[in-house]
């Protein structure tokens, strides 16, 4: 579709404050567009140094997945008829709080979220991340806690990006923060667009109970998420990150067609493995 096609669908969906915070993020993702991404200095083997802000975006259909996203951007299901979400308007992202190595994010989303509460119901309780390099002391960790009941899950990011626990899903895609950080003027998870304008964002069926969310997070509904408005164009593409399935062929001393459809496709981006390391640059 073309941008006056995408017009067209806000006209015909929203009204008021809510059709023009939709159309100022349409301007802001064709302002993004013609952003052009500095040329990263990697070398094969160099540790991946992600910046606060970067953002990153998981694909469960893979090589496959990350294609239609080159075709025109990560777009949310709105317009493009995708799978039913809790925000059809808009695509998740996870926003990076702080510097990190990629190795050391990775060990961090691995691993699992816990909550800690009493037995008495009184609505005391707190929430963590145990990183995946510490799950094997979690028995010290709860025993000391001083809570009563424990929960546990894999966190968000385990489940939806390449991950040291699952093999599912393949590719994760690096967006640069840097020249991203306007579309975040369209993140619904943050509270500056009011409850009133950002309910025809949100699956009516569920929009009660993210009003109530999205002002008392914690790790399990987690600031690590941005939920941004129409989405994310693809040249702000920076690196890809992928999993052990498809870095296998490089271990193994085999071809590596995979590898090289991305690289063809996106011939100035990074490729690193769950390690945080370059293996294509």
């Not at 100022?24 to 013609?34: H, T, V």
Request: overall charge negative.
């Amino acid at each position: 579709m073309i941008k006056e096609e995408y017009i067209k669908l806000v006209n015909e969906k929203l009204e008021g404050n809510s059709k023009g915070i939709m159309l100022k993020q349409i301007e802001n993702y064709y302002a993004a567009k013609e952003y052009v991404l500095p040329k990263h200095s990697y070398k094969v083997g160099d540790d991946v140094y992600l910046k606060k802000g970067t953002l990153l975006h998981g694909t469960y259909k893979n090589i496959d997945g990350l294609k239609e996203i080159l075709n025109d951007g990560l777009i949310s299901s709105w317009f493009i008829e995708g799978r039913n979400a809790k925000y059809p308007s808009s695509v998740g992202v996870w926003n990076l709080k702080q510097d990190y190595l990629l190795k050391d994010y990775i060990d961090f989303y691995s691993g699992g979220t816990i909550k800690f509460q009493n037995m008495d119901n009184s609505g005391i309780y707190k929430t963590e991340v145990i990183p995946f390099s510490e799950l094997s002391k979690i028995d010290e960790k709860i025993l000391n806690s001083g809570f009563h009941r424990w929960y546990m899950e894999q966190t968000k990011e385990a489940r939806f990006m390449p991950s040291l626990v699952q093999d599912d899903v393949q590719v994760g895609i690096i967006f640069n923060g840097e020249f991203a950080s306007k579309l975040l003027e369209g993140d619904i998870l943050n509270d500056k667009i009011n409850d009133e304008d950002v309910k025809p964002f949100v699956n009516e069926n569920y929009y009660e109970q993210f009003i109530i969310d999205r002002k008392n997070k914690d790790d399990f509904f987690t600031d690590r998420e941005s939920a941004i408005l129409f989405g994310v164009s693809a040249n702000l593409i920076e690196g890809i990150l992928v999993g052990r399935e498809y870095e296998k062929v490089i271990l193994g001393g085999g071809a590596d067609e995979i590898l090289e459809e991305i690289k063809s496709v996106l011939p100035n981006v990074y490729i690193c493995n769950l390690d945080g390391k370059v293996i294509k640059a």
